[in-house]
């Protein structure tokens, strides 16, 4: 099996597999390496320096494996640790790698999705905290208002498959109530966190049908095309054998289980060992 040109895809858990999902649907050529850091998972409450020594351990891991790029499909580690891993790692040991993030490609579009020019963003307390969405979206789009809100109990509640019970609906709309009582002229939701996308079905029953809501696979696997179509030396360095592994340093059989439910077909795993 030939994985020494694949492109990597992380994340802390299985969110990442939305973002794979979409991805491997756009670019079914090439060849992937999927790592979840399930052991350590999940991020969104860890400090920024935990955030970044953990995703730059498993990029460095991805980098090992032959990836010559790697996409943090996390919103979390997009937050915390890109723009450190891009500046102050990448041009000194790896000059002739890249590490990309689900954030700007999301920030570049998000405006258009917006007729009253006022977006919510719900994700993780690490997301939220980090402001990066406000920082963002102002540069695109400057005249748009960004209202955050984050969704803690989201996460653990879709990992452990408790989000399809009516159990779940309660967080659902406290989250989603807390957000639209911030301005009435929200008319665009984006989930800031891989996980969401699970949620969908039922945020959108709770939603008006004027608020738009906004994944991020489509986003960040069309921000890739592109990407690879302006950096044909990158392009050209990537194996095409369709050929898809999966790592995790959790338990395989949970993840395989879990797996199959965020990338819609079944998953056979492999377990490796990081530093705790």
């Known amino acids: 099996m030939n994985i020494s040109q694949s492109i990597g895809i992380f994340d802390s858990g299985f969110g990442g597999l939305t973002v794979f999902k979409s991805i491997a649907q756009k670019l079914p050529q090439y060849n992937y390496i999927y790592l979840g850091d399930n052991s350590r998972a999940p991020y969104g409450d860890r400090s920024f320096e935990t955030v970044y020594r953990y995703t730059l351990e498993c990029v460095e891991w991805l980098f090992g494996q032959g990836c010559p790029l790697v996409i943090l499909a996390c919103n979390t580690a997009s937050a915390k640790a890109l723009r450190s891993i891009q500046q102050k790692v990448l041009p000194f040991k790896y000059p002739d790698r890249r590490v990309l993030g ?9 405006g ?4 009253s020019r006022t977006i919510g963003v719900m994700g993780t307390r690490g997301t939220v905290k980090s402001e990066s969405y406000l920082i963002e979206v102002a540069k695109f789009f400057p005249e748009i208002k960004v209202l955050q809100q984050s969704c803690p109990l989201w996460v653990p509640l879709i990992e452990n498959n408790e989000h399809i019970h009516e159990g779940a609906d309660y967080f659902l709309k406290k989250y989603l109530g807390q957000l639209l009582a911030k301005d009435d002229a929200i008319d665009c939701i984006l989930l800031a966190c891989t996980h969401y996308p699970l949620l969908i079905p039922k945020l959108r029953a709770l939603l008006p049908e004027k608020v738009a809501l906004l994944g991020q696979g489509e986003i960040v696997a069309d921000s890739l095309v592109d990407y ?25 059989s949970v993840f395989d289980q879990q797996a199959s439910i965020f990338f819609g077909a079944e998953v056979a795993s492999q377990h490796i060992e990081l530093c705790v």
């Open 228 to 252: 690879l179509e302006r950096h044909p030396e990158m392009k050209d360095r990537l194996a095409r054998d369709r050929e898809m592994r999966f790592f995790t340093s959790g338990d395989t």
């Open 102 to 110: 689900v954030i700007r490609p999301t920030a570049e579009v998000v």
């Open 112 to 115: 258009n999705y917006s007729n």
